[in-house]
């Protein structure tokens, strides 16, 4: 069980290892719903934003780069039972 302090301000900093446990990452969002016998959930809130938001959603650092030509072709292969 991890035990967090609330501030004067009546603040609350979630430590690092229950952001990770979220997926959490710096500018994303939580949702806190109250629960009965002062309890609460606490998840990481879906994105929002429509299509501006999903732009480089699918980018992953560690893979590699794909041309249009690529990601054509993989779509293609896709549909045809290919992959």
């Known amino acids: 069980m991890i035990t967090l302090t609330v501030t004067s301000k009546g603040q609350v900093t979630l430590r690092k290892e229950v952001l990770e446990h979220l997926g ?12 009965p016998d002062a309890q609460i959930n606490l998840k990481a809130a879906k994105a929002e934003g429509g299509l501006n938001a999903f732009f480089g959603s699918l980018h992953d ?23």
């Open 24 to 35: 959490i990452k710096p500018g994303d969002k939580l949702r806190v719903d109250l629960a």
């Open 61 to 83: 650092p560690r893979g590699p780069s794909l041309t249009l030509e690529e990601i054509n072709e993989a779509i293609a292969d896709g549909w045809a039972g290919k992959r």
